[in-house]
């Protein structure tokens, strides 16, 4: 097995393809479908078989996801702004292996524009991104 910032090659490629399949996916829907429609499909998703996950078997494949869906998006997609895509990706794969979690869509008001941020709650926690920085800058509006 090659290991390659953090990933285990080839083992992970399934993984790493999968994000950028989902991504143009969610790219697709975003543009056809209102977001709450997209949440309900993604919690109907069926749940896998196989055995659980331990928590840090979860992090660590969620770490890599993550970091599969900024590269595609980065390099790929050619999107600056990744945050409502990614999420949604890293929603369904929770989703799909029974990990509690939930997506969170907020806005903030800059001037005359309103901007907006999306990010993903696992085991109640905020993951990856600062809750204080998220509950002072975002009005949530959408959760799913």
């Not at 993604?42 to 660590?60: C, K």
């Not at 409502?84 to 008001?109: A, F, I, T």
């Not at 907006?116 to 696992?122: E, F, Q, R, S, T």
Request: proline share 6%; charged share 25%; net charge positive.
């Amino acid at each position: 097995m090659w290991k390659y910032k953090n990933y285990e090659l080839p083992r992970d490629l399934p993984l790493i393809l999968s994000a950028l399949l989902w991504l143009i996916y969610y790219e697709i829907m975003i543009q056809s479908r209102p977001l709450p429609v997209i949440f309900a499909k993604i919690r109907e998703t069926n749940v896998d078989a196989s055995p659980a996950l331990s928590t840090e078997q979860t992090d660590i494949i969620l770490d890599k996801l993550w970091r599969a869906c900024g590269f595609w998006m980065a390099r790929v997609l050619k999107n600056p702004r990744p945050c409502l895509r990614r999420s949604l990706v890293l929603y369904r794969w929770c989703k799909k292996h029974g990990v509690e979690s939930k997506v969170v869509v907020g806005v903030d008001k800059d001037g005359d524009v309103l901007k907006g941020h999306a990010w993903l709650y696992v085991h109640g926690q905020v993951y990856r991104e600062d809750p204080a920085l998220l509950a002072r800058d975002y009005t949530v509006m959408l959760e799913g």
